[in-house]
């Protein structure tokens, strides 16, 4: 009971995250659930580019690659196997996992600026790539994945809360939420112990963390690892939210879509990517919607950006992040949060009467 | 701040509650979804931007008719028709979350006229197992219609690719006996769909086709096929492909390879607009032949034809529409359909009976078809449309040849 008291105010927060994302598909319709679903796949992958990115401070721009990856591994078990869904969810994870180990082994004895180029032709050649072998890839035509019904266990308790019967999408969000929550606390985990300095470590001054004994190379690969698990888990799961996947449902901008996520969210923190993916997913659907509607914005920015779609208000957005959140919106979050305790807490030591301790004493 | 913890869990707890209570209030029952005593709801995915942005015009055309009928009629029974278009750019990956949307959020009574063969394939599964009408596809891919069996929620309208392609292979086998045929085509259902009706009509012929060449939807363009199809020594040459490739391949063909094959150009970008944006590309447009079903806003002996006075009425009402593109006329005229097919159904609006009525009785002369062709299906023949007629580029605008052709019966 002590820990709990004591626990910090972003426990509190944590927990209401949590309680907000499982009871959200009680509240809302079976298609916002299943937007949220997609938003949450994305936010595996932008955790996983934020281990590799904020962490070890490599730079990709092929993550799309890798969720195509884990996408396609999953449908072709589902469809052409009838392997049950949730068994090549893991399957998926490790075998994109185990790939992007292997492309990290000569990609990150790259520098960082060609490390970019080679991870984007990842991304540029990947659509490419999966059109080749159609009878396994299904080609241009893609992959139809059946959406599964709920398990019984499910369904009798999501029906014992709502008093609706539980519909595929529903179950979906919340096998996609399991998902989440146990990669993020293995993120959480892994930053805080060693790989985590060892990582962090290299990213601040790689010679530094050389001589003082971290496998430079060793961890280098090891975070491109596991950011393709991440990134794989979060295809197949994408693929089973979608129910369809081809080519084209990974195109180089997803790619893009994630880094830019993972930059708005805030590099090298735990919520960061959940806000990025909340913010990549809606952005374009929100600002195609919205734009539109607006009669006072001139018709020709209007059609540019329903045509453009999603590229200009990622600009707009970007720009202005970068202008006054340089450290995405966990940063400014934190920022502000040490700003108003400090100001509350000269408050109430006023009004106490207590001196402020004397900062030359501290 | 460790005293705050109860409050926050208290809060958290109530939230829970209230997640917990609101659920239970959902969706009243109602006869049918997107029925209401004064609308009827459509929904529509079709591509406003992207590879295959032209045909973006049909669903406004379309939304043109439905105005002019709600505005002129009060709509159909007295419910007037909304019709919500989203943007798929062409590409599967959005089609389908846009349906999902449509069906699940929007509540459409039904999809109509969702263009684009992979685009409806991919959500075909999903609104058959809703039980979902997806109406009057904007696609001739033969499968659409010729698998109603399985799937008794899908229905096309124009005929089919197949269909088009035995038009095309009987004219050839006529006409250019010694041909050496090579194929452009689109890989995906829609290409392979006619490749396989040409081929079919070919038969033992079928060798005449020295070289098939595909490419692909997201491909900037189509030249390093065309190259190679020339260097094949192919003089007739097949274009299976949609607006932009096709202008893009007539223009290549005269400018780029200074070629004059005999030019075979399937239907669904054949309207004289897109013809003309070709020759004003460098096009030389030389005996190039294609199939029509549909009256040609742009040709001069429709002027006093009371089908086409009422077009350029209905899409006066939509102010972005070229009243010269095919394309629109084929928007108004599938909306004809669709709200025959409602006004038949009467004060029955259920979805059972709206596909009912549209797979197995339709009987419609369509005054926007050429004279001659009907709308017709019976219980056992669920291709709406299966005549149509050869026409030829004269230079300006498509000329019909010979009389309409019906292929009725020859795909089963």
Not at chain 1, 72 to 99: C, E, M, N
Request: glycine share 10%; aromatic share 10%; net charge neutral.
């Amino acid at each position: 009971m002590n820990r709990l008291r004591t626990a910090p105010p972003r426990y509190w927060l944590v927990v209401l995250a949590v309680v907000l994302f499982l009871g959200l598909p009680t509240v809302t319709s079976s298609f916002v659930a299943s937007e949220w679903g997609q938003a949450l796949t994305l936010a595996i992958a932008i955790m996983g580019l934020n281990i590799l990115v904020g962490y070890s401070g490599q730079l990709s721009l092929g993550h799309g690659a890798f969720m195509a990856l884990g996408a396609y591994i999953s449908a072709i078990l589902v469809h052409r196997y009838h392997v049950d869904f949730l068994v090549t969810i893991p399957i998926a994870a490790v075998a994109t996992g185990l790939v992007g180990f292997l492309f990290g082994v000569p990609a990150l004895r790259l520098s960082p600026l060609y490390l970019a180029l080679a991870t984007f032709a990842l991304a540029v050649v990947s659509p490419s790539l999966i059109k080749r072998p159609a009878e396994l890839t299904g080609g241009v035509q893609g992959i139809l994945i059946p959406q599964p019904d709920p398990p019984p266990f499910a369904g009798d308790a999501f029906n014992a809360v709502t008093g609706t019967a539980m519909t595929s999408d529903q179950w979906i969000y919340y096998v996609i939420l399991f998902c989440t929550l146990l990669l993020f606390w293995l993120a959480w985990n892994l930053g805080r112990r060693r790989p985590g300095r060892a990582m962090r470590a290299i990213r601040d001054g790689e010679v530094a963390a050389a001589a003082s004994g971290v496998n430079v190379a060793g961890f280098k690969t090891l975070a491109f690892g596991i950011s393709a698990f991440y990134a794989g888990t979060a295809g197949s799961l994408f693929g089973l939210s979608i129910g369809f996947i081809s080519p084209d449902t990974f195109p180089v901008s997803l790619s893009i879509q994630l880094l830019v996520g993972a930059v708005i969210g805030g590099l090298a923190s735990i919520p960061g990517p959940l806000l990025g993916a909340i913010f990549a997913y809606f952005l374009p659907i929100e600002s195609n919607q919205w734009v539109p509607s607006q009669t006072w914005i001139p018709d020709q920015i209007t059609s540019t950006v329903k045509n453009a779609g999603p590229a200009v208000s990622y600009g707009v957005v970007l720009i202005l992040v970068m202008m006054f959140a340089p450290n995405g919106i966990v940063g400014l979050v934190k920022a502000g949060y040490v700003a108003l305790n400090r100001r509350l807490r000269g408050a109430a030591d006023r009004e106490t009467g207590q001196l402020p301790p004397d900062p030359q004493t501290v | 701040m460790g005293r705050k913890g109860p409050g926050f869990a208290a809060a958290a707890v109530f939230l829970l509650a209230v997640a917990a209570c609101g659920g239970g209030g959902g969706n009243t029952t109602q006869t049918d979804v997107g029925i209401t005593s004064n609308s009827i709801l459509l929904g529509n995915t079709i591509a406003l931007s992207g590879p295959a942005a032209a045909y973006g015009t049909i669903a406004n055309a379309e939304n043109a008719y439905f105005t002019y009928v709600n505005n002129t009629q009060g709509g159909v029974n007295g419910r007037k028709i909304k019709f919500k278009i989203l943007d798929d750019s062409y590409n599967p990956a959005q089609t389908v979350p846009l349906t999902h949307q449509l069906v699940e959020q929007d509540q459409v009574f039904a999809m109509f006229s969702g263009l684009g063969t992979q685009d409806q394939t991919s959500v075909r599964d999903y609104l058959n197992q809703k039980k979902v009408p997806q109406l009057f596809v904007a696609t001739g891919a033969t499968t659409f219609d010729k698998d109603f069996g399985t799937n008794g929620w899908t229905l096309g309208w124009q005929p089919p690719y197949q269909g088009e392609a035995h038009i095309y292979a009987k004219d050839v086998l006529a006409n250019h006996p010694n041909a050496k045929i090579g194929v452009l085509y689109q890989n995906d259902d829609y290409g392979q769909d006619y490749l396989k009706g040409l081929t079919d009509q070919l038969g033992d012929k079928a060798s005449m086709i020295v070289d098939k060449e595909s490419y692909d939807v997201t491909a900037a363009n189509p030249f390093a096929q065309l190259t190679a199809l020339h260097a094949h020594n192919v003089d007739t040459l097949f274009l299976f492909s949609t607006p932009k490739p096709t202008i893009q391949s007539l223009a290549f063909i005269t400018a780029g390879l200074h070629w004059e094959p005999t030019i075979y150009l399937n239907s669904v970008s054949n309207p004289q607009v897109y013809m003309g944006i070709a020759a004003r590309s460098g096009a030389a447009l030389k005996n190039v032949t294609s199939v029509a079903y549909i009256k040609d806003p742009t040709d001069p002996q429709w002027a006093n034809d009371d089908g086409m006075k009422l077009y350029k009425t209905v899409i006066a009402n939509c102010s972005t529409c070229n009243v010269l593109d095919g394309f629109n006329i084929y928007g108004v005229a599938v909306a004809y359909t669709m709200v025959d097919v409602l006004k038949q159904a009467g004060s029955d609006l259920t979805r059972a009976n709206i596909i009912k009525i549209a797979s197995s009785q339709l009987n419609e002369t369509n005054p926007f078809l050429l004279p001659g062709v009907k709308v017709n299906t019976t219980s056992s023949d669920h291709f709406p449309i299966m005549q149509e007629q050869v026409i030829t580029w004269n230079g300006k605008g498509w000329t019909l040849q010979g009389s309409l052709i019906d292929e009725r019966g020859t795909i089963k």
